[in-house]
């Protein structure tokens, strides 16, 4: 090793080692850098003895304060839920007919539907409700199984077409093709009936045969005039929103395989006052219909005696 000199322009020790003429000085380093530097050792022994640090096999030291991220998340959300108890419990005890009679409440339910929405429900319905084919638009007014809040609420609750679940929606459309209902002239004709019912084609000579096999076939449940019947979940066939698309080739496999698209029943994964929420906030969309009048039960303003109703 080389001597080690003072230089001269710095009045600084080198290091005693030189490269092509080049030397190092040996400069100290700051004194404040170098308290800052064994303040921030003793500061991670701190830390390693009072938090969670080492990582081991299945876990991490504990720290001699017991403290965890995700004890601190469950302790904030344990307060959150606290804070909204009231206004669920509010949620909870209203009929959901009844929820839009308290603005607030609905706002509320709508805004709790609005998240519950994105966690449950945009993986076929999208991220802004608008559907894709097989899945229903819940933007616009066309509904399969009725759109009051009322009618959604059940639908959420129960799905569609849900195995081993009496509650739940079910309806069944003849495969007339595959079944041998009906031969592929007549799906032809069918087909061209419903979209010239639909506007998309001028009347033709295989229309009207069409409507005769429709007549037959089809209107007990889409109805004589094809504008559908909720009581079975059938669509209306006379406008141009499609859940399986109109054109002719999309219409006869209709037809001849008929669909049998489900819904999950969120009864058993979402706890009522999520499915109320989802409930306001699907109806809150645009297409959401009012409340059916409800049914006056006649009361008679005495009491029949036998005589009397003997003689009616």
């Not at 003895?49 to 302790?75: C, F, H, K, N």
């Amino acid at each position: 090793m080389a001597e080690k000199r003072v230089d001269e322009p710095t009045g600084t020790e080198t290091m005693g080692h030189e490269w092509d003429g080049i030397e190092e000085l040996n400069t100290p380093l700051p004194r404040w850098w170098l308290w800052a530097f064994y303040a921030s050792i003793a500061w991670a022994l701190v830390y390693v003895i009072l938090y969670p640090a080492w990582p081991l096999v299945d876990r991490a030291t504990a720290g001699v304060l017991g403290w965890t991220s995700a004890g601190q998340l469950s302790e904030e959300m344990e307060r959150e839920k606290a804070r909204r108890a009231p206004l669920m419990r509010a949620i909870a005890e209203t009929p959901i007919e009844r929820l839009a009679e308290d603005p607030r409440l609905m706002q509320a339910a709508i805004e709790g539907g609005r998240s519950a929405f994105k966690v449950s429900c945009v993986q076929c319905h999208g991220s802004g409700a608008a559907g894709s084919k097989g899945y229903p638009n819940l933007n616009d007014d066309d509904w399969l199984w009725g759109g009051d809040i009322s009618a959604i609420h059940f639908t959420i609750q129960h799905g569609v077409r849900q195995p081993n679940h009496d509650a739940t929606r079910m309806s069944q459309m003849p495969a007339f093709g595959r079944d041998g209902i009906l031969q592929p002239k007549e799906i032809a004709d069918v087909t061209a009936y419903v979209r010239t019912i639909s506007g998309q084609q001028p009347a033709n000579a295989a229309a009207r045969r069409g409507g005769a096999l429709f007549e037959q076939n089809c209107a007990a449940c889409h109805g004589p005039d094809g504008k559908g019947d909720r009581a079975f979940g059938a669509p209306n066939l006379t406008d141009a929103i499609w859940l399986y698309g109109g054109d002719a080739e999309s219409i006869s496999q209709t037809i001849t395989n008929s669909r049998y698209g489900v819904m999950p029943r969120w009864n058993n994964r979402l706890d009522p006052v999520t499915i109320k929420m989802l409930a306001a906030y699907v109806h809150s969309l645009g297409g959401g219909e009012a409340n059916p009048a409800p049914v006056e039960v006649a009361t008679p303003a005495t009491t029949a005696t036998p005589a009397m109703a003997a003689a009616k």
